[in-house]
């Protein structure tokens, strides 16, 4: 395996680790150029950089989303923007956040760091 193989797995490894599971944690998905009403899914875990999700069939990696959803009984968030990185299956699917607001990107982080502090 080449270095640049190894360092990328290694990094992507790191970054699965750094990921909080959020069960019981819906997140609405607004796609207007595929649908009028959002979908409504669950979520399966959660970065600083972007969330897995049981994404729909119609939504297909290098679309542009907008996520709505409640991590905890403070910290809620609407209308992210987001981009969906893969989509592997019904079950599984990726998305990063995009460009949002330095507010609710900090709270996010506050969210994460409670949590790492927390939970280890």
Do not use: C
Request: no cysteine; net charge negative.
């Amino acid at each position: 395996m080449a270095e640049a193989d190894r360092d990328a797995q290694s990094s992507d490894t790191y970054m699965r680790r750094l990921r909080k599971t959020i069960p019981r944690v819906l997140v609405a998905i607004d796609a207007p150029q595929l649908t009028d009403q959002p979908w409504v899914v669950d979520a399966i875990d959660i970065s600083s950089t972007g969330m897995g999700l049981v994404l729909p069939e119609e939504v297909e990696a290098g679309q542009r989303v907008f996520l709505s959803f409640q991590l905890d009984e403070r910290t809620e968030f609407s209308r992210v923007p987001a981009l969906v990185r893969h989509q592997r299956n019904v079950f599984s699917g990726g998305v990063s956040f995009e460009a949002w607001s330095t507010s609710d990107r900090l709270r996010l982080l506050e969210f994460l760091v409670a949590w790492y502090e927390r939970d280890g």
